[in-house]
C-alpha cells in the first residue's frame, strides 16, 4: 500500500547517502569526470547519483568507498563527520614537520632589505625574474618569491644570484646602504604621473630631459 511518509522517509536516505558520496569524491579531490572512469561510469551518472537521483544502497556504497580507496572505518567516519577532522590534523601535523616549507613564508611575506636588493641589482642588468631563475637552476618563480619576501634569502643563496648576474658581495653590500632603492622611487614616480594631466606631464618630461 502507498504511504506518503514512507516515500518521503526513503528521499531523506537516499539524499544522505548522496551526501556521503559526493563528500568522499571530494575528499580525494577527484573530478565526477575522474570519478567516472574509475567507476566505468559517465560523469552523468556520477552527477545523478550525488544529487540523490539514483538509487544508492549501503553495499553500493561500500563499493564507492571502497574504489575511493577508503576503507569501512573510515566511510563510519565520514558519515559521522569524523574524518574531516583527522585528515585536517594529519595535514597540519605534515606542514609543520615538512623540511622543504622550512624556508617558505607564503602567508606572511616580508620584504627584507636584502629583497629589495636583489630586485635593484637584477633590474639593473635589465635581467626578468624567469631567466634569472632558469640561469640559477631554479624554477621559474623562485626568485620572484625571494623578491617579494616569500622565501628565505641567507649568504650562499644571494651569492649564488648575485654572481649568475655578474655581482660580487661587495656590490651587493654596497645597494644594501642605499636609504632606496632607485625601482621604488621610480614606481613612486610612475604612480604620480598617472594623475597628472597631459599639459603636465609633458613639463615633467621635459624637465627630466634636461638631466638625461
Not at 76 to 84: A, F
Request: net charge positive; hydrophobic share 30%; glycine share 6%.
Amino acid at each position: 500500500m502507498y504511504s506518503p511518509e514512507k516515500e518521503k522517509c526513503n528521499k531523506k536516505i537516499i539524499q544522505d547517502e548522496a551526501i556521503i558520496l559526493r563528500k568522499m569524491r571530494e575528499l580525494k579531490g577527484l573530478s565526477r569526470k575522474q570519478a567516472g572512469i574509475i567507476f566505468n561510469l559517465t560523469n552523468k551518472t556520477i552527477e545523478k547519483l550525488e544529487n540523490g537521483r539514483g538509487k544508492i544502497d549501503e553495499q553500493r556504497l561500500v563499493a564507492f568507498a571502497s574504489g575511493y580507496g577508503f576503507t569501512l572505518e573510515d566511510l563510519m567516519k565520514i558519515k559521522s563527520g569524523q574524518y574531516d577532522i583527522d585528515l585536517s590534523k594529519k595535514n597540519r601535523l605534515k606542514k609543520e614537520k615538512d623540511p622543504k616549507r622550512r624556508d617558505r613564508r607564503f602567508c606572511k611575506p616580508n620584504i627584507t632589505k636584502e629583497c629589495k636588493a636583489l630586485r635593484q641589482l637584477r633590474e639593473k642588468r635589465g635581467i626578468s625574474q624567469y631567466k634569472l631563475s632558469l640561469a640559477c637552476g631554479f624554477a621559474k618563480q623562485r626568485i620572484g618569491f625571494y623578491e617579494c619576501g616569500r622565501r628565505n634569502l641567507n649568504d650562499e643563496l644571494i651569492e649564488t644570484i648575485i654572481g649568475k648576474m655578474g655581482y660580487n658581495m661587495d656590490e651587493f653590500y654596497q645597494q644594501m646602504e642605499a636609504d632606496e632603492m632607485p625601482y621604488e622611487i621610480i614606481n613612486e614616480c610612475h604612480q604620480i604621473m598617472k594623475e597628472l594631466e597631459i599639459k603636465t606631464l609633458k613639463a615633467v618630461r621635459s624637465f627630466l630631459q634636461g638631466f638625461a
